[in-house]
């Protein structure tokens, strides 16, 4: 499975867009990208999954450039209620794939 | 009513004390995960089965076993229990699912259970 480094932690202000960043150097052809959302005392919530390009919902994008080696979640205008801990993770297309997070990323969204 | 539900949802119990923790899923997924969350360590997988015959060890099952009694239920237990396996336990299940959808092994969690050990 791909491991996956990304920031501690960031802050950033109600109303801004915010854009968190994952390596994957040694991503596999079969991984996809997948981020979740964890706030305080709950269990972690699907936010966004791909595999290349650009993949948008109603919550966020996830951009992937062409070496796949690192990806971008944006979260436009965020709220004070982003506020929460972001895990990037690596999900291979098989059988096999037990999903591993890591410590993640804790977002900070100040007023 | 909850698709992934843990009891209980709190525990406090004592060195050396036999604890199980149990967990209900009405998705009917095959995949049943139990993760161990430690304040700045994220999560950490304990043990993971992805049908009723397989149960597989994560990166963290010294001091754990498991039960997954039917396509339903996965149940974790602390034979003796110590005082570093107090932490805020997380039960998720999951379905390969379609990769063409978005949402390929998306993995749904439980509310967890935040055990202290004295």
């Known amino acids: 499975l791909a491991k996956t480094t990304q920031p501690i932690s960031m802050d950033s202000y109600e109303g801004q867009e915010v854009n968190i960043t994952c390596s994957h150097n040694?991503?596999?052809?079969?991984?996809?990208i997948t981020w979740y959302q964890q706030f305080p005392s709950q269990g972690p919530r699907f936010i966004i999954q791909?595999?290349?390009t650009k993949v948008t919902n109603e919550v966020a994008s996830l951009f992937i450039p062409a070496d796949r080696k690192s990806s971008t979640l944006s979260l436009p205008r965020v709220s004070l209620s982003d506020t929460a801990v972001y895990y990037c993770?690596?999900?291979?297309?098989?059988?096999?794939?037990?999903?591993?997070f890591g410590k993640g990323t804790r977002l900070h969204i100040l007023p | 009513d909850a698709d992934v539900t843990q009891t209980p949802r709190n525990r406090i119990t004592k060195t050396g004390k036999r604890i199980m923790l149990e967990c209900s899923q009405t998705?009917?997924?095959?995949?049943m995960y139990w993760y161990r969350q430690d304040p700045g360590l994220g999560l950490r997988l304990i043990y993971y089965?992805?049908?009723?015959?397989?149960?597989n060890k994560g990166e963290i099952s010294d001091g754990y076993s498991v039960s997954r009694q039917a396509q339903a239920k996965f149940s974790l237990s602390l034979e003796s229990a110590i005082p570093n396996q107090t932490a805020l336990y997380f039960c998720?299940?999951?379905?390969?699912?379609?990769?063409?959808?978005?949402?390929?092994?998306?993995?749904?969690f439980g509310p967890g259970t935040r055990l202290t050990v004295l």
């Open positions: 993770l690596g999900s291979r297309g098989n059988r096999d794939d037990k999903i591993i």
């Open positions: 089965s992805f049908d009723v015959k397989d149960i």
């Open positions: 040694n991503i596999a052809t079969n991984d996809y």
């Open positions: 998705k009917g997924h095959d995949r």
């Open positions: 791909g595999y290349k």
């Open positions: 998720a299940t999951s379905e390969p699912g379609l990769a063409e959808t978005g949402s390929y092994n998306e993995q749904f």
